[in-house]
């Protein structure tokens, strides 16, 4: 059974979301989209977006970014998120699990190499 994202997580989320605009303005080292269109949270996008809270709790991330998007048109491929650090391209990971998603938190957005065998794309460019 799919969990239920709580209050509390809305607050954070919403929080985060207020801050969205700071990556842009170069306060924020790394964004996370995750895609939660009705068919990311069918497949799942509820847990992958709680899993990236625990962690940032856990963490203290304090220069990342999480936020979430409607669908991104690959609805077959859900659950998706858009990882973004500064200065670079974009890289789109597909099929996600929270597994997954704890391992792109500490490879890619804290150590820098993009999960290959996860990405879909970087910018416009598909990566197989």
Do not use: N, W
């Not at 994202?5 to 989320?13: F, G, M, N």
């Not at 996008?45 to 962690?55: F, G, P, Q, V």
Request: charge should be positive; include cysteine.
């Amino acid at each position: 059974m799919m969990g239920k994202l709580s209050i509390q997580d809305l607050e954070k989320i919403s929080q985060r979301v207020r801050k969205t605009t700071l990556l842009r303005e170069g306060a924020g080292r790394a964004k996370i989209t995750v895609h939660m269109g009705t068919c990311g949270i069918a497949a799942g996008a509820r847990k992958i977006m709680s899993t990236l809270l625990d962690e940032f709790e856990k963490r203290t991330l304090e220069d990342v970014i999480l936020t979430s998007s409607g669908c991104a048109g690959l609805c077959s491929r859900e659950p998706m998120v858009t990882v973004e650090l500064q200065g670079e391209t974009p890289v789109k990971y597909v099929d996600l699990t929270p597994k997954k998603i704890s391992r792109i938190l500490s490879e890619h957005i804290l150590g820098g190499r993009v999960v290959e065998e996860y990405a879909l794309a970087k910018g416009s460019e598909r990566l197989y």
